[in-house]
C-alpha cells in the first residue's frame, strides 16, 4: 500500500493524519488502528509528511463572522429541508447509551454534561429562516439537572431493561429544530450503584465521529471533577458554525466546481433504481421503519480476503465492497451497480475534536457486464474508489441537486443501499472510577432499502444488515448476509472464478435447497377420488375458509354439506358413473358445489363457457349426453332453449332447506371418467 492508498484508507475509516512542524499527527476512533496499519504508518510516514504538508500544513479555516446570519452546512440544510417537508420525523435521531456501574457522583455527571454543551455551541443551535434562507444561531450554556428514571421492578434484570427502555423512547421523541435544543441527556437508576446514561442528538448537530468526541470528553472531565481538579481539556481551536462558513466558500469555489464535473460525468445519464427482490409491495412513501440482522465471520476469514486485496493494491474494504456489488448483481441481475458508502469528511485539523454533522456520502458506481472474475472485478472497484476519495468534498445533497434525479418519494434518490466497513470500539471501558459498558441500542430505523456493513473489533467480526421491514422480512435478510459469507468463502478459494458462478449459499443451504425441498417423493393413493380426499380435508378442518367470493365466504364443512345436498339430488336424476353433468354458473362458489357434487354422485362434470354460441352448446350438451345442467338464474338465458333431456338446475335458486346433507353413497372408483372437457 503506497502512501495515497493509505491516506485514503485511514480517511474513510474515520481518521484524520495532518502534519505539524514536520511531525505527522494522527486522530482515529478507538480501534481503527490495526497493527497491520500502524506498520503501514510507520513505513510511508516520509510520503504521507510529503503528500499532507503543501495542503493541510498551510492555511487555516478562517472564524465564521458572527455579525451577520450563520448558515447551515449543507447537510443540515438537507435534514432542516426534510423537517419542513414531514415536521415530527424521528429517522434521524442520534443516541448513544452506557451502563454505569459504581457510586455515581451525579453532580460531577451533570457539570460535565453541561461543559460538553458549553464547548460544543452546535448542540445549542435552533434554525431559524431569513431572507438568504435557513440559519442557524445559538443559547446560552444551559444548566444541566438529571433527575432519575427509576423502576419498581423487584427484579434487577427487569428493572435494568425497563429503564433502558423508557430512557430510549425519551430519546426518540421528535425534536423541534426551531426552538432546540437539540440535544437530550437522561439518567436512570437501576440500583445504588448501577445507571444507565443515554445521550441524544439530532443527526443536524452530530454523526458517529462526534459520538466518540462526546464519548472522549465526558471520560476527562468526569474523572478532573471527581477528583477536584481542573480538566484539562483544551479549548476548541474552531466551531460547527466555522466549519459551514468554510464549506459555503468552498462551494463558491473552483475546486468544488471540478469535482462536480466529476460527478456529473460518472454519474450521468439514467441511474438504475436497484430492483431487490423485495417479500412485499414498495409503500408509495418511505416510512423509515427497519430492523437489523447479524451473522458473524471470523477474523481469519476477513484476513484471508485482506490478502488478497493487497496482492492487487487494494484495501479490505474495496474488496468487501466488491463483494456487496457481487451480491447484489447477483439478487438482481442488474450489472450496473450502484452503492453509498459515509465517510467522516474531517479532513482538516481544526475539525477533529468537534461535535457536528461533517460525515458525507460517496457513491461507488461498478460495470459488473461481463462476468469478470473477482479479481478483476476488484480492480474496477479499486479504481471506482480511488476516484471517489479525489472527489469527496461534493456534498451529497450538492450532488443529487445537481443531477436532479426523477423524485420519488417512495425511494431514496442515487443510492438505495449502503455499505460500510466499522472498527468497534471496546465494549467495556472506565468513565472515571466507574465501569462503563456501552450499549447496542437498536434505532428500529433505516434510512434506506438495505445497508450492510462489517463490524470489527479486537474479539469479534460482525457482518450486519440494517433493512427496511417495510419491503423486508428478516429471514430474507438473513439468508443474504449467509450468501455475503458464501460469496467471501468462495472468493478466498478461487479469486479468479467468474462472478456468476461463485456460491451464493453455504453447504447447508445448498443442501436445504437443492436436495430437501426438493425431496417431492410422495405416496400415490391410486384408490382414493378427488371428492374423498377433499372430504378428508372437510372433516380435518371443517371451520377453515375454503373459498371466498368477493364478500362472501364458505368454509369447508359448509362447502361439503351444501355438495352433499346437490349430489342426493343428482342421483334422484340418474347422475351415475358414466353420466355427465354440465357446469354452466361461470367462476362462482356454485361451481366449485357443482363440481364436488358431481363427483360426489359418480359423475363426470361438463365444464361451459357461456361465451360460446348456443349451436355451439346445444352440440356439446347432445354430444356428450348431459343427464343435468347446474347454472345460475343471471346466465340461464345464455343457455340453448333446447336441452333436450336434460334437467336444468339453478343453484341459486334452489332451496337446501330439509334436504339430506350427509355422505353419499361411494359408486365410483379412481379409474371412472372425472370430467370431460371440450375445445
Known amino acids: 500500500m503506497n502512501g495515497s492508498q493509505l491516506l485514503t484508507e485511514l480517511r474513510r475509516l474515520g481518521a484524520s493524519l495532518w502534519v505539524e512542524g514536520r511531525e505527522l499527527k494522527l486522530k482515529a476512533p478507538t480501534g481503527v488502528l490495526t497493527a497491520e496499519l500502524r506498520e503501514e504508518l510507520k513505513r510511508n510516514k516520509a510520503s504521507l509528511i510529503a503528500i499532507l504538508a503543501p495542503s493541510d500544513g498551510a492555511d487555516e479555516v478562517p472564524f465564521a463572522k458572527r455579525d451577520a446570519p450563520l448558515p447551515l452546512s449543507s447537510t443540515q440544510e438537507r435534514l432542516w429541508f426534510l423537517d419542513q417537508l414531514e415536521p415530527g420525523l424521528t429517522a434521524y435521531n442520534l443516541w448513544l447509551g452506557v451502563r454505569l456501574d459504581g457510586a455515581l457522583d451525579r453532580s460531577a455527571l451533570e457539570r460535565s454534561i453541561a461543559e460538553i454543551v458549553r464547548r460544543h455551541e452546535v448542540l445549542r443551535a435552533r434554525f431559524t429562516v431569513a431572507p438568504s434562507g435557513p440559519t442557524q444561531e445559538f443559547a446560552a450554556p444551559p444548566t444541566i439537572a438529571l433527575d432519575p428514571i427509576e423502576s419498581q421492578h423487584a427484579d434487577e434484570g427487569a428493572r435494568r431493561d425497563e429503564v433502558t427502555r423508557a430512557l430510549v423512547e425519551l430519546c426518540r421523541a421528535p425534536y423541534d429544530l426551531a426552538t432546540g435544543p437539540l440535544y437530550r441527556v437522561h439518567l436512570g437508576r437501576v440500583g445504588e450503584h448501577e445507571h444507565v446514561l443515554v445521550v441524544g442528538m439530532h443527526h443536524s448537530v452530530s454523526d458517529g465521529w462526534s459520538l466518540g468526541v462526546l464519548t472522549d470528553e465526558l471520560r476527562a472531565l468526569y474523572a478532573a471533577y471527581t477528583e477536584g481538579r481542573e480538566p484539562e481539556l483544551p479549548e476548541l481551536p474552531r466551531q460547527y458554525a466555522d466549519y459551514c462558513a468554510w464549506q459555503r466558500e468552498f462551494l463558491e469555489g473552483g475546486a468544488y466546481a471540478g469535482q462536480l464535473e466529476f460527478w456529473k460525468e460518472k454519474l450521468g445519464g439514467e441511474l438504475p433504481i436497484l430492483q431487490l427482490p423485495t417479500d412485499r409491495p414498495r409503500p408509495p412513501v418511505q416510512s423509515f421503519a427497519g430492523d437489523n440482522a447479524r451473522v458473524e465471520l471470523s477474523h481469519d476469514e476477513l484476513s484471508a480476503l485482506g490478502e488478497l486485496a493487497k496482492s492487487e493494491g487494494a484495501t479490505l474494504f474495496m474488496a468487501l465492497l466488491a463483494l456487496y456489488q457481487t451480491l447484489l448483481y447477483r439478487l438482481t441481475g442488474q450489472p450496473d451497480v450502484v452503492v453509498g458508502t459515509p465517510i467522516a469528511a474531517r479532513n482538516r485539523p481544526e475539525f477533529h475534536n468537534l461535535i457536528g454533522y461533517f460525515a458525507n456520502t460517496l457513491v461507488v458506481r461498478t460495470d459488473l457486464a461481463g462476468g469478470p472474475s473477482f479479481r478483476e472485478l476488484l480492480r474496477r472497484v479499486r479504481g471506482n474508489c480511488l476516484d471517489a476519495y479525489e472527489n469527496q468534498d461534493t456534498p451529497f445533497e450538492r450532488l443529487v441537486n445537481a443531477l436532479q434525479p426523477e423524485r420519488d ?65 428478516r429471514d430474507t435478510v438473513e439468508r443474504w448476509l449467509r450468501g455475503f459469507k458464501a460469496l467471501l468463502l468462495g472468493v478466498v478459494r478461487d479469486p479468479d472464478a467468474p462472478i456468476t458462478g461463485l456460491p451464493i449459499m453455504g453447504e447447508d443451504e445448498r443442501r436445504l435447497v437443492l436436495e430437501e425441498w426438493n425431496g417431492t417423493a410422495t405416496e400415490i393413493r391410486e384408490d382414493v377420488c378427488a371428492d374423498q380426499l377433499f372430504e378428508e380435508q372437510a372433516a380435518r378442518t371443517p371451520d377453515a375458509i375454503a373459498l371466498v367470493e368477493g364478500a362472501h365466504e364458505v368454509s369447508y364443512g359448509e362447502l361439503d354439506r351444501r355438495a352433499n345436498a346437490l349430489a342426493h339430488r ?30 360426489k354422485a359418480g359423475g363426470a362434470y361438463v365444464p ?12 356439446i350438451f347432445d354430444d356428450v349426453g348431459v343427464r343435468a345442467i347446474l347454472t345460475r338464474a343471471e346466465v340461464g338465458a345464455a343457455l340453448p332453449t333446447e336441452t333436450g333431456d336434460a334437467h336444468v338446475i339453478e343453484l341459486d335458486a334452489r332451496s337446501a332447506s330439509g334436504e339430506d346433507t350427509g355422505a353419499v353413497e361411494r359408486r365410483t372408483t379412481s379409474k371412472d371418467t372425472a370430467y ?4
Open 409 to 473: 418519494l417512495a425511494t431514496t434518490p442515487i443510492v438505495q443501499t449502503l455499505f460500510s466497513l466499522e472498527e468497534a470500539p471496546a465494549a467495556h471501558s472506565t468513565i472515571g472510577d466507574l465501569s462503563a459498558e456501552f450499549l447496542d441500542l437498536t434505532a428500529n430505523v433505516s434510512r434506506m432499502d438495505l445497508t450492510f456493513g462489517v463490524f470489527r473489533s479486537t474479539e469479534t467480526v460482525m457482518l450486519w444488515a440494517e433493512y427496511c421491514t417495510d419491503l423486508f422480512e
Open 570 to 599: 343428482l342421483r334422484e336424476l340418474g347422475v351415475a358413473p358414466g353420466a355427465s353433468v354440465a357446469i354452466a354458473t361461470g367462476r362462482t362458489i356454485e361451481m366449485f358445489v357443482g363440481i364436488l357434487a358431481t363427483l
Open 608 to 619: 361451459i363457457d357461456l361465451d360460446y354460441p348456443a349451436e355451439r352448446l346445444a352440440y
Open 676 to 679: 370431460v372437457i371440450y375445445t
